[in-house]
């Protein structure tokens, strides 16, 4: 696995300016008060969503110690620690929101330390456990970190507060400092909660997925409209996790971040066994090819594998709640 795919480490700053100080109170009650843009979270009295060391437990304490200590260029820095969701969909839902706080707190701890800031440096951090929304995998759980560091932090040795800074450059990279404890920390809980081998289950997953998308070097099993322009598509299915497979379809896209095209796939269901739903999509092109003079081979084909799904899992469930009947007693 490419270790710089295992977890996004962003770091970004406010300055000390009136425009500044108000976006970043309404960032910290973003971040209190929601998941993600469209998730509200429901607060518990008595129960505080920051875990606090040293800049606060409430949006409130933080602004305030983000105002208290900033420097002459620095309000706050803003991290975010997000594992790599197809990494954490190996570890046990009940571990994955333990496992990212403990690598949000070893991270931190362990940067600065390798930084020489013996005193070490205070922040605040609070959880989001949101779904993911990309186009390819959607709804896989997404567990992520938003940490909140001060402008300065306390010498012990000078005995007083001096500027905290990121430096990358070619005496000192400080960013790929903390990219590179960030990679070591996730290989280290990997193991703890996965296994020794998780590297080669994800290596596996990716090679699946590789083999997956092998039905795009096909001829094309239909076609579809859109903004009046034909395009075609491929059946096919792709991995969500090792044990959940998604049925869907092959289609070409601009790539947002590049605009150059690329094949992407979109799902129809998932939650099934790989061999399921590959015998399932490999048996459509050629009910698409009896139907090649619609106008819209796509929504014909997404219909008919939402039919044959729906009418499967209605046939299970009477098949779970039909009740079993003995043979009538003679015996009166």
Known sequence: MDRKQMCIANLTYKKPTSNEQKRMKNLLKYLTYRDSRDDYVLQVNGVERWVNRGMGQSA???????????????????????????LIQMVAPEDREQFVRRLTENVVEDFF?????????????????????????????????????????????????KPLYFSRNKNVNHIEMLHTITEDHMTQLMERYVGLDWEQRYDTLDQQRQQQKQVIESEQHGFYMETEEIKPFWCGTRQYAEDNCAI?????????????????????????????????????PTILAERENDMDQLELYIETIRIVLDDEYEDIQAQRFQPEFGAPSLDL
């Open 113 to 161: 330390e390798a930084r020489e800031i013996d005193t070490g440096v205070e922040f605040s951090y609070v959880l989001h456990s949101r779904f993911t929304n990309d186009q390819e995998a959607p709804g896989r759980h997404d567990p992520h970190t938003h940490i909140v560091l001060p402008g300065t932090y306390y010498d012990a040795d000078e005995g007083r507060r």
């Open 248 to 284: 869907g379809y092959y289609i070409s896209v601009e790539n947002k971040h590049t605009d150059e095209l690329e094949i992407q796939f979109r799902p129809i269901a998932n939650g099934l066994d790989a061999n399921y739903a590959h015998e399932l999509s490999s048996g459509m």
């Open 60 to 86: 409130t304490e933080v602004a305030d110690r983000c105002d208290a200590y900033q420097s002459e260029h620095v309000l706050l820095f803003s991290l975010v620690a997000n594992p790599n969701p197809d």
